[in-house]
């Protein structure tokens, strides 16, 4: 299978180019429509930008799916995240790496997300990274997990 996108050729299961990030599926498909994240009801403060309720620690907080609004504390220096169940974030779906990124936290207190080679990528806001620093409100597409990052209120 080659890359609608660049060409590059794929594993005949990709959704996701490893090359270029371009999705695979066909655009009709209800299981792989990109949503954007607009706002993530009953978790924040009415009319608040700033997240989640009470965040004193960097949290992510799944945005849609059935664990819709389930937060993720980052309160370790590196976080393991993959569908291994010894993952410190274990998101169970085949379209998570068994061992897929690590997220950790700089000396500067900065929060870091890098892919780990994963099969179907690593994504933040939309584009496709082998390693990006979080701010407040960037969404992590991790598989079909959707999350939002907010770091704490300092």
């Known amino acids: 299978m080659n890359c609608r996108r660049c060409g590059e050729i794929l594993n005949a299961n990709a959704n996701y180019c490893w090359a270029c990030g371009a999705p695979q599926h066909a655009s009709t498909s ?20 700033e997240g989640p309720e009470g965040t004193h620690t960097d949290v992510l907080v799944v945005a849609s799916g059935l664990t819709a609004g389930s937060r993720y504390e980052l309160d370790k220096e590196v976080t393991a995240v ?17 061992h897929h990124a690590i997220i950790t936290r700089t000396a500067s207190g900065r929060i870091t997300l890098r892919d780990l080679n994963s099969l179907n990528g690593t994504y933040v806001n939309g ?8 701010h407040s409100a960037d ?5 079909k997990f959707k999350l939002v990052f907010w770091a704490a209120t300092r």
């Open 30 to 49: 209800p299981e792989t429509i990109a949503i954007p994240v607009v706002s993530v009801p009953d978790v924040l403060h009415p009319g608040a930008s």
């Open 82 to 98: 993959g569908r291994h169940e010894n993952s410190d974030l274990l998101l169970d779906d085949v379209s998570v790496s068994r």
């Open 127 to 134: 584009a496709r990274v082998q390693e990006s620093t979080l």
């Open 139 to 143: 969404e992590v597409q991790i598989g």
